[in-house]
């Protein structure tokens, strides 16, 4: 038997540790990579979780009523036993999201169908919930007081309610003025103490990572290999959803890197427990002003990444300095997927039509429908091909965004050129009309309705 169903092996020398030797910022001592969880009893035929029966397992879940089986990550603890005792899970019932079809942006690109899965639909709005979820309880059943991120925005809305659930006290650090307004009065409402510092979110890491060395205060950041754990669900949710099928491609923002990084994991793992026979290709798409990873892909194939100065109105993924790009290059090159940068204009006329499917997004999720158009017009996605689209963040995350574009205050004249037509026909401004019903009806006439 094994001492611990979990293990860190560090991703860029392999070597091995119990997780509660890991350095208080997660990075190896030898080669300062990152760690990813393994779990050795899965090496052991005889003691490998059973894939029939964890379908079976997983599915009655969903009629339970307890709390840990109402959750979308934990229904999977199978999978993630990174807690000696499941009862110290913190959850929101968080997770189950939905995976919707989006019929008219697949007909408009000549796809026979196209799916969203929704990680928007999760409790503080956002993918983050399902890593804060599984690395918080971890940091709960260590005995920690103080758990801690620096952020865009997601992460720290997540990471305070979480905490706040679990009785812990957090502390924030985003970058002052660069984060959307949703997403910081999350942290204030769900009481953390949120400092804005007069740096960019990778300035915010690095002060970060300074006093999570000297002061017992738990990272929560995704160098945190647990936040992994719970973040690679929506890839077993998916395939679950298409009976255990895969679709061929699954695109997905990039910004830190730590999701894509998740999702492969996924994927891989239940390949390798026999739930699924492939797994999909994973693409990853960055907004071109935050872009150091479709660069490297461009210049290196993604064997060496150059920071850059980033610059992105998708203010959850204006990163130049991603912790995890190694681990996300090597989920692109083995899945076979890519990685591509879309513009500020391509981003918001995306973000657009993935509203007006019902549906929203926060922009840094609509990066994804760009990258798609792209992908469809060199031909490296088929239109025949199934993909599923990963919205991270909810629309309500980050109204100014919208607002503005709706206004057409949005982009500067040289960002939309080239796309005004398009634009024109997206924008849905709120107009300002008579009290009276002839003055409303007359609106309706204008628009031909
Ligand atoms: N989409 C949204 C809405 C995000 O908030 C983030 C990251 C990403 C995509 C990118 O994911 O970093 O794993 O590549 N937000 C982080 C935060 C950095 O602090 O909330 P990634």
Avoid at 93 to 111: D, Q
Avoid at 262 to 281: C, D, N, Q, V, Y
Wanted: glycine share 10%; net charge neutral; with cysteine.
């Amino acid at each position: 038997m094994y001492e611990q169903a979990h293990q860190l092996r560090c991703c860029g020398c392999g070597a091995r540790i119990k997780a509660q030797e890991a350095s208080p910022d997660f990075r190896c001592p030898g080669c300062g990579d990152l760690y990813e969880v393994e779990y050795p009893g899965w090496n052991d035929k005889n003691d490998r979780p059973n894939a029939g029966a964890l379908r079976w397992l997983w599915r009655d879940r969903r009629f339970s009523n307890e709390p840990l089986d109402r959750s979308g990550v934990w229904r999977f603890r199978e999978l993630l036993p990174i807690l000696d005792d499941f009862n110290h899970a913190v959850t929101l019932f968080e997770g189950n999201t939905p995976l919707y079809s989006m019929p008219r942006i697949a007909k408009s690109l000549g796809m026979d169908a196209l799916f969203a899965k929704h990680q928007g639909m999760n409790p503080t709005g956002s993918f983050k919930d399902t890593g804060m979820t599984a690395a918080l309880s971890v940091a709960r059943e260590l005995g920690f007081k103080w758990v801690s991120c620096a952020s865009t925005g997601n992460t720290s809305a997540a990471m305070a309610a979480y905490a706040a659930r679990a009785g812990l006290r957090s502390l924030v650090l985003i970058p002052q003025g660069k984060i959307a307004w949703g997403k910081l009065s999350q942290a204030m409402d769900y009481g953390a103490v949120t400092c804005q510092l007069a740096t960019d979110f990778d300035g915010c890491v690095q002060v970060l990572t300074r006093i999570v060395r000297e002061a017992p205060i738990y990272l929560l950041n995704s160098v945190n290999p647990f936040r992994l754990e719970g973040q690679k669900t929506p890839a077993l949710e998916i395939a679950e959803a298409m009976d255990w099928n895969v679709p061929d491609h699954l695109i997905v923002p990039g910004g830190n890197l730590a999701n894509s990084s998740a999702l492969g994991k996924g994927f891989s793992e239940m390949r390798e427990l026999g739930l699924i026979t492939r797994i999909p290709r994973i693409s990853v798409i960055q907004a071109a002003g935050a872009n150091p990873l479709a660069k490297s892909f461009a210049e290196s194939g993604g064997a060496l990444m150059n920071p850059v100065v980033a610059q992105t109105r998708a203010t959850a993924i204006r990163i130049g300095n991603p912790a995890s790009w190694r681990k996300a290059a090597r989920v692109i090159q083995e899945s076979g997927g890519w990685c591509l940068d879309v513009t500020e204009a391509e981003i918001a006329i995306a973000k657009a039509e993935i509203g007006a499917e019902g549906l929203g997004s926060e922009p840094a999720s609509a990066v994804t429908l760009a990258g798609l158009k792209k992908l469809l017009a060199d031909g490296r996605v088929k239109k025949s091909e199934s993909v599923v689209l990963l919205l991270t963040g909810h629309t309500l995350k980050d109204a100014d965004y919208t607002i503005d574009f709706h206004r057409g205050t949005l982009l500067k004249a040289e960002e939309a050129r080239g796309h005004e037509q398009e634009i024109k026909l997206l924008e849905k401004n709120a107009r300002e009309v008579d009290a009276t019903p002839a003055a409303v009806l007359n609106v309706l006439k204008e628009i031909g309705g």
